[in-house]
């Protein structure tokens, strides 16, 4: 991998990182958790899709970056494995939203990608 790849890596996940962080603060819970992963997964749909965002370095810094320090697997297992609830079903329940809503989500805002046409 390219020095310049990493580093735009990097930066987009630190602002991705940075404006999860800020969301989070009203609410480090499940329903913010939630909230950020299925609002990133709809990034991720339309910046793998839409023209605009098409080439190596846009994909580095937007999808990779961006979005994977957006989302956070690890705020889903820190609340389903080490929760506050022994509720298993509240448990499954948050992870089959989250799947369902994140597919659900990447997949209507690719279709919004594939259509969108670049204006010059």
Same mark, same amino acid.
């Not at 991705?16 to 962080?21: H, T, Y």
């Not at 939630?34 to 839409?50: D, H, K, P």
């Not at 990779?64 to 494995?81: A, I």
């Not at 080490?82 to 690719?110: E, H, M, P, R, S």
């Given at each position: 991998?390219?020095?310049?790849?990493?580093?735009?890596? !990097?930066? @987009? +996940?630190?602002?991705?990182?940075?404006?999860?962080?800020? %969301? *989070?603060? =009203? #609410?480090?819970?499940?329903?913010?958790?939630?909230?950020?992963?299925?609002?990133?997964?709809?990034?991720?749909?339309?910046?793998?899709?839409?023209?605009?965002?098409?080439?190596?370095?846009?994909?580095?810094?937007?999808?990779?970056? !961006?979005? @994977? +320090?957006?989302?956070?697997?690890?705020?889903?297992?820190? %609340? *389903?494995? =080490? #929760?506050?609830?022994?509720?298993?079903?509240?448990?499954?329940?948050?992870?089959?939203?989250?799947?369902?809503?994140?597919?659900?989500?990447?997949?209507?805002?690719?279709?919004?990608?594939?259509?969108?046409?670049?204006?010059?």
């Amino acid at each position: 991998m390219k020095a310049k790849t990493l580093w735009l890596v !990097f930066a @987009g +996940g630190a602002i991705g990182s940075l404006l999860r962080a800020f %969301f *989070t603060t =009203f #609410g480090v819970n499940l329903w913010a958790t939630l909230a950020v992963n299925v609002v990133g997964a709809a990034v991720l749909g339309l910046i793998q899709t839409a023209p605009r965002f098409s080439g190596d370095s846009k994909q580095a810094f937007w999808a990779t970056g !961006f979005c @994977g +320090g957006f989302t956070t697997l690890s705020g889903v297992v820190l %609340f *389903t494995v =080490f #929760g506050k609830t022994d509720d298993t079903g509240v448990v499954l329940a948050y992870l089959i939203a989250t799947v369902v809503l994140g597919v659900a989500a990447y997949a209507v805002a690719a279709r919004i990608g594939r259509s969108m046409r670049v204006i010059d």
